[in-house]
């Protein structure tokens, strides 16, 4: 199983970006596809969650601002990320749950500086 994490880069305070992840070499969709992000001596947080079925959570500090969608034929979750801050800086990282099994993508930087 591989998670393709894509879609990151250097962005003004404001701006946008959109995030892709495709898993592949699994059969049918993950039970929840979620992001998570780590800045610079900080640990690992949850962003953003999304459930097969479609229901979403987010970490209080982005939402209004994040989105996070999905294809389920396509086993792949988009993170769309508008109005973005410096504090946004970290590198992003996507995982997928299947029967319990934990499933991560290698990061993407995402950079908010003017």
């Known amino acids: 199983v591989q998670l393709q994490a894509s879609g990151g880069g250097l962005v003004q305070p404001g701006g946008s970006l959109r995030l892709s992840c495709a898993a592949s070499?699994?059969?049918?969709?993950?039970?929840?596809m979620d992001w998570y992000r780590q800045a610079p001596g900080k640990q690992r947080e949850l962003v953003a969650t999304?459930?097969?079925?479609?229901?979403?959570n987010y970490a209080d500090s982005v939402k209004g601002r994040f989105t996070i969608s999905g294809d389920n034929a396509k086993n792949t979750v988009y993170l769309q990320m508008d109005s973005l801050k410096p504090e946004d800086t970290a590198v992003y990282y996507c995982r997928g749950i299947k029967y319990g099994m934990e499933y991560w993508g290698k990061g993407t930087q995402v950079t908010v500086s003017s």
């Open positions: 070499g699994i059969f049918g969709s993950m039970n929840v």
């Open positions: 999304m459930s097969s079925g479609g229901i979403t």
